[in-house]
């Protein structure tokens, strides 16, 4: 099956870091970038960070310097690597991706199921 699987939320303190992950499954990435987003309660979902095929990053203005979007391609999965996090970090944590099936053709655009992360005061 053609998915986008993620992992690493939780609860954490305020200066706390967490890793998140999102493996593509059934699938490899196309060369469009990927991107973490985020939603919190009664917010429109934001985009937090975005990585090309080649590496390159940027981020959003909130979460420069604390926040590093990477990617293994041999393992097929995008990471997000949350450092000094505060409390308006909380939200549930989206990955998207196009995919390219490894039986068919045609890439996609997907989104992952979404992963809390809390961070208390």
């Known amino acids: 099956q053609v998915q986008l699987v993620e992992s690493g939320g939780g609860l954490v303190q305020a200066g706390g870091s967490l890793r998140l992950s999102c493996a593509a499954s059934?699938?490899?990435?196309?060369?469009?970038?990927a991107g973490w987003y985020r939603q919190a309660p009664g917010k429109q979902r934001e985009l937090v960070a975005t990585?090309?095929?080649?590496?390159?990053?940027n981020y959003a203005d909130s979460v420069k310097g604390r926040f590093t979007m990477s990617r293994d391609n041999a393992k097929n999965t995008v990471y997000l690597q949350m450092n000094s996090l505060k409390p308006e970090d909380t939200a549930v944590y989206y990955c998207?991706?196009?995919?390219?099936?490894?039986?068919?053709?045609?890439?996609?655009?997907?989104w992952g199921q979404g992963t809390q992360v809390t961070v208390s005061s």
């Open positions: 998207n991706a196009e995919l390219q099936p490894l039986a068919g053709w045609g890439a996609s655009d997907y």
């Open positions: 059934g699938s490899v990435f196309s060369r469009k970038a």
């Open positions: 990585i090309t095929s080649g590496g390159s990053t």
